[in-house]
C-alpha cells in the first residue's frame, strides 16, 4: 500500500503539508521530541553544574593550598575531583606543592589521591592537617551541612574534624538559607546495621519526619559504606524549626548512631560555584 502510494506522489503532493503536520503531532513523535528536549537539557545543566563545582574547586586549590600546606584533607563526591586534577595540575605541571601529603576521607578520595599520583597519607602519621577541602549536600546561611549523599560521612568528619581550617566547594543548587530548602533526600546517619530499626524509631519519636533505610540500587538489600555499615536518611519536617547542634548531639547519643550527617561549627568557608560562571563565598 505504501509502495503503491508513493509511486502516485502527484495524488500525494497537494496533502503532503497535512501528512507532515500529522506525523509531527503524533504522540509518538511528540514523546521523543520531548525526551530529546528533556535529555539535552539535563545535558546543558550538567554541563552547568559541573562548570561551577570546576570553579569552586580550583578556586579553593589556588587560594588554600600554598607551599606553606603540608598536609591536605581530601573530602569526598563529585566536586572534590576537580579538586585533585587541580592539585595534581599544580603538582606535575607547575611544579609546586612537591612536600604536599594528601590524607582521603573515603576509598573514593584514596583513589583519586592514588590515580593523580599524589603523596598519599593516613592519620595514623598526619593526624594534624592543616586544610580540609570537601563537597557538601546543602550548605545554609550558618554554614551548616548536610553531607553523606554519597554515602560518606563518617571519616569525611573524623578527618575535617583533625583540621585548622575546612573549606567546602559546592555548586549553587547547594546554597540555601534554611537546611532542607535545596536537599531533599534527608540527613544521612551512618549506623551500626543491628541498631538500624531501633535507630529509626528514636529519632522519629525525638524529632519527627521519617528516618529510611538507604537501598542499593544495583545490588539487593541496603547500601554498605566504606566502613562496612548502613545509613538512615532522616527526612526530617521541613517547617519545624530546628537547633541543629542540638539535633546533632542528640542524635549522637543513641546507641547505635555511629556518625551524623550534620556538620555543625565544622566548615570555615565555602565557595559556591554559580550558575551565571561567577562565585559566591561565604564565610563564618
Ligand atoms: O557522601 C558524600 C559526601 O559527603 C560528598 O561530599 C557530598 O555528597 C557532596 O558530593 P558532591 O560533590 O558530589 O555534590
Not at 599524589?118 to 554554614?143: F, W
Not at 519527627?208 to 538489600?221: D, H, P
Not at 566502613?227 to 542528640?250: P, T
Request: aromatic share 6%; proline share 3%.
Amino acid at each position: 500500500m505504501l509502495k503503491s502510494l508513493l509511486l502516485r506522489r502527484d495524488l500525494l503532493q497537494p496533502h503532503l503539508p497535512q501528512l507532515i503536520g500529522l506525523c509531527t503531532r503524533s504522540p509518538i513523535h511528540l514523546k521523543s521530541t520531548i525526551s530529546r528536549r528533556t535529555f539535552c537539557s539535563k545535558m546543558n545543566d550538567n554541563i552547568e553544574l559541573d562548570a561551577a563545582k570546576k570553579l569552586a574547586a580550583e578556586t579553593a586549590v589556588d587560594q588554600y593550598v600554598t607551599e606553606d600546606t603540608k598536609v591536605l584533607g581530601i573530602g569526598s563526591g563529585s566536586t572534590i575531583v576537580f579538586v585533585v586534577q587541580r592539585l595534581a595540575e599544580r603538582v606535575w605541571k607547575e611544579g609546586t606543592l612537591s612536600e604536599l601529603i594528601c590524607v582521603p576521607s573515603s576509598f573514593q578520595a584514596r583513589q583519586l589521591i592514588l590515580d593523580h599520583n599524589l603523596t598519599l597519607g593516613d592519620l595514623d602519621r598526619n593526624y594534624k592537617i592543616d586544610v580540609y577541602i570537601d563537597g557538601a549536600d546543602e550548605v545554609d546561611s550558618s554554614l551548616v551541612l548536610i553531607k553523606g549523599g554519597g554515602g560518606c560521612l563518617m571519616q569525611e568528619k573524623i578527618v575535617a574534624s583533625c583540621a585548622k581550617t575546612v573549606v567546602i566547594v559546592a555548586d549553587y543548587t547547594k546554597r540555601s538559607l534554611r537546611l532542607g530548602e535545596q536537599w531533599c533526600k534527608g540527613i544521612p546517619i551512618e549506623v551500626a546495621p543491628l541498631a538500624h530499626v531501633p535507630v529509626k524509631h528514636k529519632i522519629e519519636e525525638l524529632f519527627g519526619g521519617e528516618a529510611q533505610l538507604r537501598i542499593a540500587l544495583k545490588k539487593a538489600g541496603p547500601i554498605v559504606t566504606d566502613n562496612g555499615n548502613f545509613l538512615l536518611d532522616w527526612r526530617f519536617v521541613a517547617k519545624r524549626e530546628y537547633d541543629w547542634n542540638e539535633v546533632n548531639k542528640a542524635i549522637s547519643l543513641i546507641p547505635g548512631v555511629l556518625e551524623t550527617g550534620l556538620f555543625v561549627n565544622m566548615a570555615h568557608k565555602c565557595y559556591f560555584g554559580m550558575a551565571n560562571g561567577t562565585l559566591k563565598v561565604q564565610s563564618k
